[in-house]
Every structure is written in structure tokens, then in C-alpha cells.
């Protein structure tokens, strides 16, 4: 028989699998059961949609024939290596079930908004629950698609290495090793492409919205006479459930592969090498994960005079405490070993302490770190809106870079415990342990589109008029969705950042054959590797932005255009939605290939250029780059996001002040920093490292030499 724990493994990650797919489609068929509300409330939802869903088709055309071009490639150049022929295949089964697990997502969320909508007409509770259950769906498809792809590709090659060849089951770890990063390289690819393309339809329709409706002609967000609010709202899907789905689903997969690929020569406290057994743990600490998740989702439950954002607490606490049970009890029974449990409680304690701080850079209200401070950035910002947008921006900024160094410190106390635990293969367990709470993490992340727009639906049929509790719990549902999705792009950059570093560690296991076996600053060629890495995230970065500018532009000129109807903002006529959607979606196509393309020839030039360990250089430096990057624009763009709704609450003055448009002006330049650049680094630092691990790959195989 094989390895007890091997055959262990695979039949718990296929059964965390299937549980947490299978849960996924009866909390969609629940949603999706309850009433959508009034014919005005429907048609407006409908127009949502049809924008996002049409959206979403044009790109897979776009992307399905680069995905077809790069396998045609990858087979021909990886074909002589180990498992080599299987390597484009596992690229594509990669790049469909990350566009699976961001379409179905969004799928179910874009028929949920009206539902939440019309839930808020009844109480606070039954409209949380809708929205978080469309949450449930995107989340659970997430671990669900990630661990059935991991899992089915190792037991796969397990099996046939067991029962038919002459090789015995070790013979299936250099297959594994390799075919896996095909996976993670297929999933990464399509998250980069949906991240990057759903950020810059989001927020060149969100800024084009706001710069034209609220800051020229004085009118509230959503407001139905803004010819850019449909498109406002189909961004919200597009970005921020297909698009941050997909990015998770790649960090989701990519923690697991590194660990998968690491754990193998992995020593045992008694002597000798973990093996196969090695490779397993990460499936199974996820098998135990998925089961974690959805235990805590039924945690989530409103009491009388209870915050929704209490609430979505108690579920992650709840699966938290259960995980950590469960990687205690894998962890001492089956591998008589606590040094898994440890790296991996680490990585599940930073997601806590990441979850607070990015609570007190980015919320509104006094938090457990406001508390030793005394202060609270987003209140500090929004007051010193009242002396204009230059004093805004600069304290945004100030703020945005304060939380940088706060992430560093708390990726580098996780990863020092990794390592002293279990040397880089703790590292990856980091990672894992981060990444297990997907499932309900992103469960909290999907709320957040989806109640927004319910707010928008509320606001654009008129129901805020005739029923102000629903205008009020879907005010409250949409304020708590800005804080879970800060949160969840905090636990996204420190997650990728941990898997990213794994991935790095796994890169230089795989090139050691060449000699190098650490990456030296003081070459001064491996330093100019550093230095181009370092410089990579800042024009990755300029390109996303500027594609921001350059669709917000076209649509404010749109919106201008269509204003100069007089009947239009009197209310007589209404705007043509249908234009600034198409605005919108050729803009996000049309820039989002660049970026891209650079992303993946990057590497590949710097290794042919320079050598093996200037490319560890290159990769080094983009990781770090990337992670103060990244944090420094999600939390400057969340904190001046929330400075603008905190004054719209009736602070300093609330809506049509100065105070109000200057706060709007430093949302507008957080918009691009959040939504779009900041996010694509999470995609593009692991990208570089997955490429660095197919390069490796190469050498080793022979099919490269240095």
C-alpha cells in the first residue's frame, strides 16, 4: 500500500474539496431563492449584471488566446524535463479553474445585490446573512477549486507511480515538483490578467462617477442621474469579486504548491527526511481548513443591537480557534511533531494581528490599536480635509507609509518564527497557515461589493425615499463592507508576500544544481539584480495607474457630454448607462496587456541577461518592493476612502462642503492605489517567483545550461 499519510492526504484534501464546493451551492441556492424585490429594483440589478457578465466574456476571448499561445510554448521547451509533456496541461487546468473560481463568484454576487436590497426591508440580520452568503460561495469556491486542483494533480501522480511503473511512489516527486507549478503558473497568470483588468474598469468608472457627479454637479454617489453609475457598479464586480477572487484563489494555490515543493527533503526530529509525508501536511492543514471555514460561517449572526462587523467576527474568530485545533492535532498524531503546528499558528496569528492593523489604518472608529495610540488615522484625515485636498494627500500618504513598516514587522516576526520552526519549509507553512481562513476570509471580502451595491440599488429606485430602514441597514452593511475589504487586502499582500518568499526559497533548491546556493548583495551583478527588482513593482505600478487615468478620463468627458442634457439631470431623461460600460471595458482590455506582458518576460530576460543568481536578486528585491508598495497604496487609498464617507456621515461638516470635495479628491487618488496597482503586485511578486521556479526548472532538466 502507499504511504498511510500520502493516501491519507488525498482522500481528506478531495473530501475538503467536494464539502466545500458542495456547501458553496446550497448557500447560492439559498440566496438565490429569496425575493429580488420591485420591478425597479430588478431592472437596475439587470443592467448591473449584463455590464459585468458581458465584461468578463469579452476578456476570456482575449486571455484564452494567450493562454493557448503560452502552453504551445511551455510544451515545447519543458518537454525533455521531468513530467515536462504534462506541464502545459496543468497550465491550462490552472488558468481555467482560477477564471472558474472568479466568474462563479461574481456569478452568484451580481444576482445577490438585489436580493440583500430587498432583505434590508425586513432587518439588519436577514440582509447580512444574504450578502454573506454570496460571500459563502465565492469563498468556498475558492478553497474548493484550489485544493481539489492541488490534491487531484499529487494524488494523480502518486498513484501512477505506485501502481504502474517500476519506480515505486518516490519516483512520482520530481513529476509533482514540477507539474504543480504549472498549476500555480496557469492560476496566477489569469489572476494577473482579471486583476489588473477588473482594477482598471472599477476605478476608471468609480473616479470618471465621482469626479464629474459629486465634485462638478453636486450629487450623491449612485445618484440614477450619473450616466457612470452602472458602470460604478459593474466595477464592483468585476474588481472586486472576480478580480480579488482570483487573486486569492493564486495565493490560495501557490502557499500550497511552495510547501508541497519544499516539504520533501524536509529532516525529522528522529533523523532521515519527511519524503512524501512532507509533501502531504500542507493538503491535509487545508483539508482541515475547509471543514475550519465552514464551521465558522454559521457564527455569523447578528444579535439585537449588534454590529454586522461583530458579527463576521465571531465567524473568523470561531473557524480560527477550530483550525488551529485541528493543525495541533495533524500535526502531534500523525506526524508526532509539533514544528508544522507552530509555523503554521504563526502564520494564522499574524492574519489576527494584520486584521487589527489594517482595522486601525483604514476604519473609521477607535479600534484595539487606536486604543494604545489614541488616535484614529481615518478621523485625522477626514480633519484635515477642512483645510483642503493638498493636506489630505499628505496625510494619507504620511499614514499609508506609518502602516508599511507596521506590516513589515509583523510578515517578518511570522517568517523568523517559520524559519527557527521549520527552516523554509516553515516558511511555507506560514503561508498556509494565512491562507487556510480563505475560505471565510474572502467569504467577508465578497460581502462587501455586494451590500455596496444594494446600497446603490436602494439609492437608484428610490427605496431610500419611501423605506428608511432599508436605507439604513444597507448604509451600515456598506460601511462594514469598506472594512472587510481593507482587511482582506491586508491578509492578501501579507499572504502573498510569505508565499512569495517560499516560492523564492523553493527557486534556489531547484538551482543549487548550478552552484547557487545563496544570493550574494556584495556582486555587484547580483546587486544590479536587486536593484531591478526593487524598481520592477514602481513600474508596474506607474503602468496600472496611468491606464486609471487614461479610462477615468474618456469617462469623464463621456458624463460631461451626456450632462449637457439639461433633462437629464432634471430627471426627465435617462443617461445612457450602456456608453461608459463599453468605455470602461475597452479601456481595462486595451491597457491591461502591457503590464502583464512585462510581468512574465521580466525574469526571463534578467536570467539570460545576467545568471541564475541575479535572477534571485531580481526576485528578492521585487518581493520586498512589492510588499511596502502594496500596503502603503491599499491603506492610504482605504484610509482617504473612509475619510470621505466619515464626512458624508455629518462629520466636518458632511456632503457639498469644501471639507467634502476635497475628501472626495483624495478618494479619487486612493481609488487607483487600492483597487487597482496596489492588489496587482499581490499577483505580480508571486508571478515573478512561479516564473523563477519554471526557469529552475529548466536548468535542471538540462534543457537551459549556465
Known amino acids: 500500500m502507499m504511504d498511510f499519510i500520502v493516501t491519507l492526504s488525498i482522500i481528506l484534501g478531495l473530501a475538503g474539496a467536494f464539502a466545500a464546493l458542495l456547501y458553496a451551492y446550497f448557500m447560492g441556492k439559498s440566496v438565490l431563492a429569496q425575493e429580488e424585490g420591485t420591478p425597479k429594483m430588478v431592472a437596475i440589478s439587470m443592467a448591473v449584471r449584463e455590464g459585468a457578465e458581458a465584461y468578463l466574456k469579452r476578456q476570456f476571448k482575449t486571455i484564452s488566446v494567450v493562454v493557448f499561445l503560452i502552453a504551445i510554448l511551455m510544451g515545447i521547451a519543458f518537454w525533455n524535463t521531468p513530467g515536462g509533456w504534462a506541464l502545459p496541461i496543468t497550465f491550462v487546468i490552472g488558468a481555467i479553474f482560477s477564471a472558474s473560481a472568479g466568474y462563479t463568484g461574481m456569478f452568484v454576487a451580481i444576482r445577490s445585490n438585489v436580493r440583500c436590497a430587498n432583505a434590508a426591508r425586513t432587518d439588519l440580520n436577514y440582509a447580512l446573512r444574504t450578502a454573506f452568503k454570496a460571500g459563502i460561495v465565492n469563498g468556498m469556491v475558492l478553497a474548493g477549486l484550489g485544493l481539489l486542483g492541488v490534491t487531484s494533480i499529487f494524488g494523480i501522480a502518486c498513484v501512477y507511480y505506485f501502481y504502474f511503473t517500476g519506480q515505486g511512489i518516490e519516483g512520482a516527486i520530481p513529476i509533482i515538483s514540477n507539474v504543480v507549478v504549472g498549476f500555480s503558473f496557469g492560476a496566477s497568470l489569469l489572476a494577473l490578467f482579471m486583476r489588473v483588468g477588473g482594477g482598471i474598469f472599477t476605478k476608471g468608472a468609480d473616479v470618471g462617477a465621482d469626479l464629474v457627479g459629486k465634485v462638478e454637479k453636486g450629487i450623491p454617489e449612485d445618484d440614477p442621474r450619473n450616466p457612470a453609475v452602472i458602470a460604478d457598479n459593474v466595477g464592483d464586480n468585476v474588481g472586486d469579486c472576480a478580480g480579488m477572487g482570483a487573486d486569492i484563489y493564486e495565493s490560495y494555490v501557490a502557499s500550497l504548491v511552495a510547501a508541497i515543493i519544499l516539504g520533501y527533503a524536509v529532516p525529522k526530529l528522529g533523523g532521515g527526511m519527511y519524503g512524501l509525508a512532507g509533501m502531504a501536511l500542507p493538503i491535509l492543514f487545508y483539508a482541515a481548513a475547509a471543514f475550519s471555514a465552514i464551521a465558522g460561517t454559521y457564527f455569523v449572526r447578528a444579535k439585537k443591537g449588534e454590529s454586522a462587523m461583530k458579527a463576521m467576527d465571531k465567524g473568523l ?390
Open 317 to 706: 474568530m470561531a473557524a480560527n480557534v477550530i483550525m488551529a485545533a485541528l493543525f495541533f492535532i495533524i500535526s502531534w498524531v500523525l506526524f508526532n511533531d509539533l514544528r508544522p503546528f507552530i509555523a503554521a499558528f504563526a502564520g494564522l496569528g499574524a492574519t489576527q494581528f494584520i486584521g487589527w492593523m489594517t482595522e486601525y489604518y483604514t476604519a473609521p472608529n477607535m479600534n484595539i490599536f487606536g486604543k494604545l495610540t489614541g488616535k484614529v488615522p481615518v478621523q485625522e484625515i477626514a480633519k484635515s480635509a477642512k483645510t483642503g485636498a493638498g493636506t489630505t494627500i499628505i496625510s494619507g500618504v504620511a499614514y499609508g507609509y506609518q502602516s508599511a513598516f507596521m506590516m513589515a514587522i509583523i510578515v517578518s516576526i511570522a517568517t523568523y518564527i517559520g524559519y527557527v520552526a521549520f527552516g523554509f519549509y516553515g516558511i511555507a507553512l506560514v503561508g498556509v497557515g494565512m491562507l487556510g481562513t480563505t475560505g471565510i476570509t474572502v467569504s467577508m471580502d465578497t460581502f462587501g461589493p455586494v451590500s455596496d451595491n444594494a446600497q446603490g440599488i436602494v439609492e437608484m429606485s428610490g427605496l431610500d425615499k419611501i423605506d428608511k430602514k432599508a436605507a439604513k441597514i444597507t448604509s451600515e452593511l456598506d460601511a462594514v463592507g469598506n472594512t472587510t475589504k481593507a482587511l482582506t487586502k491586508g491578509f492578501a499582500i501579507a499572504s502573498a508576500a510569505v508565499s512569495a518568499v517560499a516560492l523564492f526559497a523553493a527557486f534556489l533548491s531547484k538551482v543549487a544544481v548550478v552552484g547557487v546556493t545563496s544570493i550574494r548583495a556584495s556582486e555587484p551583478i547580483v546587486f544590479i539584480g536587486f536593484l531591478m527588482g526593487a524598481a520592477f513593482p514602481f513600474l508596474f505600478s506607474s503602468m496600472a495607474i496611468k491606464a486609471v487615468a487614461n479610462t477615468a478620463f474618456l469617462i469623464v468627458e463621456e458624463v460631461r457630454r451626456q450632462f449637457k442634457t439639461k433633462k437629464i439631470m432634471e430627471g426627465k431623461d435617462k443617461p445612457d448607462y450602456a456608453k461608459c460600460v463599453d468605455i470602461a471595458t475597452k479601456g481595462a482590455l486595451s491597457e491591461l496587456a502591457v503590464p502583464v506582458i512585462i510581468t512574465v518576460i521580466s525574469p526571463i530576460l534578467i536570467i539570460f541577461l545576467l545568471g541564475p543568481e541575479p535572477l534571485g536578486g531580481f526576485l528578492a528585491g521585487a518581493i520586498v518592493s512589492s510588499l511596502m508598495l502594496a500596503v502603503f497604496m491599499c491603506n492610504a487609498g482605504g484610509a482617504w476612502d473612509n475619510a470621505k464617507k466619515y464626512i458624508e456621515d455629518g462629520n466636518f461638516g458632511g456632503k457639498g462642503t469644501p471639507t467634502h470635495a476635497a475628501a472626495v479628491i483624495g478618494d479619487t487618488v486612493g481609488d487607483p492605489f487600492k483597487d487597482t496597482a496596489g492588489p496587482a503586485l499581490n499577483i505580480m511578486m508571486k508571478i515573478l517567483s512561479v516564473i523563477g521556479l519554471l526557469i529552475a526548472g529548466l536548468i535542471v532538466g538540462g534543457a537551459v545550461s549556465f
